[in-house]
Nanobody, 124 residues
Framework: QVQLVESGGGLVQAGGSLRLSCAAS????????RGWFRQAPGKEREFVAA????????YYADSVKGRFTISRDNAKNTVYLQMNSLKPEDTAVYYC?????????????????WGQGTQVTVSS
């Protein structure tokens, strides 16, 4: 059974940092692009960051550029999201995803596998 499991969420004060992890099991995702999305209460899910299968290309939403960093360790079948300078508007459930398509993409429809999400809450 293929699973993506997020961890590392929690409650943090504005200006703080968190590091999310997404561990995959059931198959290797070393040749899959990986992405992070988030969904705040009452809002649609939105793209946060993506990384190509090799890690050579990364792509960020404008709202997180310069504050968040996506990375991956293919040997561990894991992708990470380092989140710095967090703001209250970053509060959301964060989801990781894997895409067997051509590369890092912000289009959620191109992702084949999804995790269950981890809550990130940033207090002001």
């Amino acid at each position: 059974q293929v699973q993506l499991v997020e961890s590392g969420g929690g409650l943090v004060q504005a200006g703080g940092s968190l590091r999310l992890s997404c561990a995959a099991s059931g198959r290797t995702f070393s040749n899959y692009a990986r992405g992070w999305f988030r969904q705040a209460p009452g809002k649609e899910r939105e793209f946060v960051a993506a990384i190509s299968w090799s890690g050579g290309s990364t792509y960020y939403a404008d709202s997180v550029k310069g504050r968040f960093t996506i990375s991956r360790d293919n040997a561990k079948n894991t992708v990470y999201l380092q989140m710095n300078s967090l703001k209250p508007e970053d509060t959301a459930v964060y989801y990781c995803a894997a895409s067997g398509g051509v590369g890092a993409t912000s289009l959620s429809d191109l992702y084949d596998y999804w995790g269950q999400g981890t809550q990130v809450t940033v207090s002001s």
